[in-house]
């Protein structure tokens, strides 16, 4: 059998093992391109299900970890945890279920790791190296094995904050792992940026021999900004191209295994590696268009492109105006309001424009194959209701590390969150942030008050969702206002004692975080009281008032068919009778009055 074939064959077994819970959007935005030389890196987490956070399988993907900084005796060896959510299962003797946490090997330790800030995949480090992730398909998503593959993008991306300080360092740091000592599971995009660069690394596993994996890295141009969406992004791959680094062996291995001539031209990473988006067409591309045309309308991006490895979106643009930390986290509140992916937009959103849908079969991160054509799926959005949690890391070249360095961290859905900042010089983060599950119920952990009002909301999204948004506005509009102060007060404490800097910006953070959640406990409960069985119970006034539907949802609903009349049979055989929206004071023949008047 040829290697292709074998590596076909593979491929198909292990699609069916990659978890439903993948699907994330990240970006980056270089300082240039920003409104005060901050560098921000999103990323929003939307999946849930047993994963890797700080070298420990937990129940769920919504807890995070401060690892402080330490100090290793020469010799000593870090483990490498397996990643059960890595979509490649774990072969050969000590492979591990899903609950358990296995070493499946180890690398040579450092004599000094930095202190970092991780939840499923690394965040941010004391020296302002910050990253993003999102999972996409690749053509081999191989198995973990020990002496063979033993690396998945979570243990990387944690490991690259543990050692570099600048995101050149840190991809270079992944490629030689990977070269070294494997690759498992899916495709991944990793982003990493520091307050003066940005790159992102793509990679995959799949090597004739089983051995190693394949990466591609490329710089992001100053003044730009990337998204990647559930694809990989990066295309042609040159060594005469400054901004590049790759695998030495990908342009070798892909004509071996019958993925790349060299007629063709440089190897197209994307599409001699990938096989494009997620689930249906317009996954994945339709959100790096959506965010391109938020952020430079004036490029007029078409939504529409002509297939799965279009070029139609460039790997970065240049935005129209420079973007500040409040637009950088609205690009995560997005559901296509006002395009033509529109999920608010009737009839599927509903009388009250929600957002989200019921998933069906199709709507699923099945692997679709060319010819594939499937009867409709729901357009993906960028916040979307499985999101356990999302983030933008904001890096400032003119701070110390610890104080430059901030995560504005939000839990469950984007567009219902709220975001509170936490430093990279923090020594510890509050408890309700260690732990949490999809699982369990539990409003004393981070997770579940947003999740909650998440849900509730959904009932009558358009009428509820303004209250929620005042309060986002209202908390973090101070949180950011009072930045200044903060890192002024938290500077002038580092000038002579960074532990104490970092003592304060530890209360502060977890005094904001606390503050914060019990603030959104308070909104909850308003809320559920407020809105209570669809009307609005004014509190204060004690009154109640009906809210109904809009006249469309009338229409559209055959409300007027409804028990008016008392020839109700008469009534709902009448073609075309119309959703006046007001009331009349009929005489005689009240359905005979409906067809003259109302049809």
């Not at 699923?364 to 010819?371: K, R, V």
């Not at 409709?376 to 360095?405: A, F, H, K």
């Not at 469950?412 to 942030?433: D, K, M, N, R």
């Amino acid at each position: 059998m040829s290697v292709r074939r074998r590596f076909t064959i593979f491929l198909l077994i292990l699609l069916v093992l990659i978890p439903s819970g993948l699907g994330c959007t990240t970006f980056v935005v270089t300082k240039e391109a920003s409104e005060d030389g901050s560098t921000f890196v999103g990323h929003s987490n939307d999946g849930f299900g047993p994963g890797l956070v700080a070298n420990k399988i937990r129940q769920d993907m919504v807890s995070f970890r401060h690892i402080p900084a330490k100090n290793h005796p020469e010799g000593a060896l870090r483990p490498v945890v397996y990643d059960p959510n890595s979509g490649g299962e774990f072969l050969g003797e000590g492979a591990a279920s899903v609950t358990e946490t296995v070493i499946i090997g180890e690398i040579p330790q450092v004599t000094h790791t930095y202190a970092y800030i991780t939840g499923s995949y690394g965040i941010i480090n004391e020296h302002q190296l910050m990253t993003g992730e999102c999972t996409d398909y690749a053509k081999i998503h191989p198995a973990a094995e020990k002496g063979k593959r033993i690396f998945y993008s979570s243990e990387l991306s944690n490991i690259a904050l543990e050692r570099c300080k600048t995101a050149k360092e840190a991809v270079v740091l992944i490629g030689e792992l990977i070269d070294t000592y494997g690759y498992y599971g899916t495709g991944e995009t990793l982003i990493f940026a520091d307050p003066s660069d940005a790159w992102v690394i793509e990679m995959c596993g799949g090597t004739p021999g089983g051995t190693g994996g394949y990466w591609a890295a490329q710089q992001i141009n100053p003044g730009e900004i990337f998204v990647a969406a559930n694809e990989f992004r990066i295309r042609e791959l040159s060594e005469d191209n400054p901004q590049q680094i790759f695998s030495t062996t990908i342009k070798e291995d892909a004509q071996a295994m019958g993925w790349w001539n060299p007629e063709d031209g440089d190897p197209d990473w994307a599409q001699v590696f990938g096989i494009g988006e997620y689930s249906h067409p317009y996954y994945s591309q339709s959100r790096v268009w959506r965010i391109f045309d938020r952020l430079a309308p004036s490029i007029g991006l078409s939504p529409y492109v002509e297939g799965p490895f279009s070029k139609a979106y460039p790997f970065s643009i240049r935005p129209d105006t420079p973007v500040n930390i409040t637009t950088a986290l609205s690009i995560f509140r997005d559901h296509y309001e006002g395009t033509v992916f529109d999920l608010t937009a009737p009839p599927a959103g509903g009388p009250f424009g929600d957002p989200y849908r019921v998933w069906g079969q199709y709507d699923l991160h099945d692997a679709p194959y060319e010819g594939q054509l499937k009867p409709g799926s729901w357009p993906r959005p960028i916040s979307t209701d499985p999101c356990g949690y999302s983030y933008v890391c904001q890096g400032r070249s003119n701070l110390p590390g610890p104080i430059g360095g901030v995560c504005w961290l939000g839990l469950s859905s984007p567009a219902e969150t709220c975001y509170v900042p936490f430093y990279a010089g923090v020594y510890h983060l509050p408890a309700p942030y260690l732990h949490g599950s999809h699982w369990e119920f539990d409003l004393n952990t981070a997770f579940w008050p947003y999740e909650l009002l998440q849900n509730y909301v959904r009932l009558m999204y358009s009428t509820m969702i303004p209250e929620i948004q005042a309060e986002q506005n209202r908390i973090e509009g101070a949180a950011i206002a009072n930045q200044t102060e903060i890192e002024a007060k938290a500077l002038e404490l580092y000038q002579t004692s960074e532990p104490s800097a970092r003592e304060f910006l530890t209360a502060y953070t977890n005094e904001m975080a606390m503050n914060t959640l019990n603030d959104w406990k308070a909104l909850m409960g308003r809320m559920i009281v407020t809105y209570r069985n669809g009307n609005f119970n004014d509190v204060q006034n004690k009154t109640i008032t009906n809210i109904g539907y809009p006249d469309w949802w009338y229409e559209y609903a055959r409300y007027q068919y409804g028990p008016r009349i008392y020839d109700l049979q008469g009534l709902q055989e009448t073609p075309g009778v119309r959703y006046v929206g007001e009331e009349v004071n009929g005489t005689g023949d009240l359905l005979s009055y409906i067809r003259s008047h109302q049809t």
